[in-house]
Each structure stands twice: as structure tokens, then as C-alpha cells.
């Protein structure tokens, strides 16, 4: 029998009949040129590379490495990806770490550098003296107390700071709902619900990290009072559709506005995307607030802690209300305290009621 020969690359991207015009495959067979010669642009070949993760990955996911790629772009974008090298590597990682930690670094490797020069055939002279950079024990999640809580909330509601409100309220409903400022830009204004008996509001299925954090969590007075605000600011700036973003992309100043340097903006926001961050901000009112040590998404991690540790909260109420997984080594890193939930079942497990007066233990049983 007569050896098969192999498909090449061109004849195995479509499964249709030949000569029909296919966007997919013309994207294809780009990588595929990209691939042989490696002379894209590294900015180009991470166009394509992103455009081709689209269709398998979740728009999230797709954000998160959009936001890898752009120090990666900002560094390695005008060089042809055949012509990185090692010394490139290096130099971006020492550059890289003035701002950021290792583990950020080695992610943006791993997840969206790594790839794209193996979509070329670029790695592989690189791949054996690439070393990842040291990286530190994980952050421990921080909580707050109920002191450090009524200090945040002063500091966060002071109107003398008007530019910094909108962090403050965001802040809050973050710690009294239980979501990351990731989860909360991407709200739209259909997902917040004022009048029902419990306010509530749901994350956006198509932006959550992952299944579990697809939930709908009803508001308390603190939340609810901070939710409202942002909704009457939403449609102060024009807002009117449920499908709107209620934190929109704010519109670029214009250069009379930047010369003045006036930060009201003449044009509306773009309610078709969702605002950038918070995070300067949000980090002032924190450290005013005395919790310097803090992140913003250690809010998410207050919550989180104290649902945990209410013994009245079951175990699927807890997955349901905070979106967390059963991961052993997440869980233990929002909260090392569940004792109080475990007594509610071993004080349950006693033949009688415990005694008012305490019983004194002797040798040989109780006396």
C-alpha cells in the first residue's frame, strides 16, 4: 500500500468544498504565513492571534489577555517576531518589574506572549533559555472590621473629595454584594433591580470569570443607598437603556478642555463600554481611610469572610451568594475562621441541650 501523504496546513484549514470564500479560513491561512516566515509585526501577529482565541474563549478571558498585551505591544510591537530574542525577553522583564510583580509578569508570558511566537514558530529558539521570573508566596486576602468599616464608609461618602465619590460608592457596594470591580463596571443598568421587595442585582453572564460567578445577590441599606447613586449619576449623564453600561467609558477631554484643565467633558460617555478602573482613587480613600495595606478587591474578600463565618449561612447559600467555587486553597485564602459554623453542627451532636452551669471535668468522667 502506498504511504498517505500528509495534508499540508493550506488543505486542511477548510472542511467545505473548495473556492467557496471563508473569513475563517483566509484568518487561517494568514497565521499560517505568519507562521513560515515569521515577519509580522509582533502588534500584528497579536492582532491576529486574539482575533483567532475569539471564537473559543469567553469575552472575559479575551479582556484579560488584552490587557497582557498591552505592555507587551508597548515593548515588543514595532519589532518582527522573528527577530526577538532573548535579550529582548530580559530586558522587558527587568523594565516590567519596576511596576509590577513577577507573577503579573509571568502571566502576561505565559498567557499571551508564549503563544504568539509559538503561532509564528518563534519560540522554540528562545524556549530553552526563557526562565520565569521568582515569585512571592500569594497575597493573603485582607479583611476589614467593623471599626476599619465605619471609617471607610466616612472617608468614602465625604463630598469635600466629589472626584473620588464615585470610587467611594463603588467601594461600598463591592463589600455589601460581593463583587469585584470587574464584575461590577460590566453591570448594565437591566442587571440592577430597585422595585421589588429585595433589591437585587445580577452579574453579566457574558463578562464573570467563570460559571460559579454567575449570581444574583440582593442589595442591603449600605449597598443599596451606594447602587442608587450610581444609577441617578448614570442617568444625569444620559443614560436611558437597559442595556447601557452604568459605569460608561467616559468620553477624551478635547485639547481646550485638557489646556483649561477642566474635567467636566463636552461630549457624553460611551455607554457602549464600560469604564477602565477606579483603582487611584480607590486606593486614596483607603489610605485615608487608614487601610493603606488594602486592595480594592480586598472588598470583595471582606464579604466574602464574613458570609463565611455567619454560622446561619449553609454551604450552597455561601457558593450561590459569593460565586466562589468548592476550592479548598481559594476558600482558605478569603477566610481561616469557620469555627463558628462548625459548632453550629457539633453542638447539635450532643445527646442533650449544654447545661447552664458549666459541668468541671474530673479523672475518670464528670462529677
Known amino acids: 500500500m502506498a504511504p498517505t501523504e500528509s495534508p499540508s496546513p493550506e488543505s486542511s484549514l477548510h472542511n467545505h468544498a473548495p473556492g467557496i470564500e471563508c473569513a475563517a479560513c483566509a484568518r487561517a491561512l494568514s497565521m499560517v504565513s505568519s507562521r513560515v516566515a ?42 518582527p517576531v522573528r527577530e526577538i ?57 485582607q479583611n476589614m472590621d467593623e471599626e476599619e468599616e465605619r471609617r471607610l464608609i466616612a472617608i468614602a461618602l465625604d463630598a469635600s473629595h466629589p472626584r473620588r465619590l464615585l470610587a467611594g460608592h463603588c467601594l461600598i457596594v463591592m463589600y455589601n454584594v460581593g463583587f469585584g470591580f470587574g464584575e461590577l463596571r460590566y453591570l448594565r443598568r437591566k442587571d440592577v433591580v430597585f422595585d421589588v421587595q429585595y433589591p437585587f ?76 478602573h477606579i483603582y487611584r482613587a480607590a486606593r486614596a480613600i483607603l489610605k485615608e481611610a487608614g487601610l493603606g495595606h488594602m486592595d480594592p478587591y480586598d472588598m470583595r474578600s471582606t464579604f466574602i469572610t464574613k458570609v463565611m463565618n455567619n454560622p446561619e449561612a449553609s454551604d450552597q447559600m455561601v457558593k450561590e451568594i459569593t460565586g466562589r467555587s468548592r476550592n479548598s486553597r481559594v476558600n482558605d485564602r478569603y477566610s481561616n475562621q469557620q469555627l463558628a459554623k462548625k459548632a453550629v453542627v457539633t453542638d447539635k451532636l450532643a445527646i442533650d441541650p449544654e447545661p447552664r452551669i458549666r459541668l468541671i471535668a474530673f479523672p475518670g468522667g464528670r462529677r
Open 201 to 276: 442585582v445580577t452579574t453579566n453572564a457574558k463578562y464573570v470569570k467563570n460559571k460559579f460567578r454567575v449570581r444574583t445577590v440582593p442589595m442591603n441599606w449600605l449597598a443599596l443607598r451606594s447602587m442608587r447613586w450610581i444609577v441617578h449619576r448614570w442617568e444625569d449623564l444620559g443614560g436611558t437603556d437597559p442595556e447601557q453600561y452604568i459605569l460608561p467609558h467616559a468620553a477624551k477631554r478635547t485639547p481646550e478642555e485638557r489646556k483649561t484643565g477642566n474635567h467636566r467633558r463636552t461630549h457624553p460617555p460611551d455607554f457602549t463600554r464600560p469604564m477602565d
Open 38 to 79: 515569521g515577519s509580522l509585526l509582533f502588534s500584528v501577529a497579536a492582532d491576529e492571534w486574539i482575533v483567532a482565541q475569539a471564537l473559543y474563549l469567553r469575552p472575559s478571558t479575551i479582556e484579560c489577555y488584552r490587557d497582557y498585551l498591552k505592555p507587551l505591544n508597548e515593548f515588543f510591537g514595532a519589532l
Open 85 to 141: 530574542h532573548i535579550g529582548h525577553v530580559r530586558s522587558y522583564q527587568e523594565e516590567r518589574s519596576k511596576k509590577v510583580s513577577g507573577r503579573v509578569i509571568n502571566a502576561g508570558m505565559r498567557s499571551a506572549f508564549i503563544p504568539i511566537l509559538r503561532a509564528s514558530n518563534c519560540w522554540k529558539h528562545l524556549a530553552d533559555q526563557y526562565k520565569r521570573l521568582p515569585e512571592v508566596d500569594e497575597r493573603v486576602r
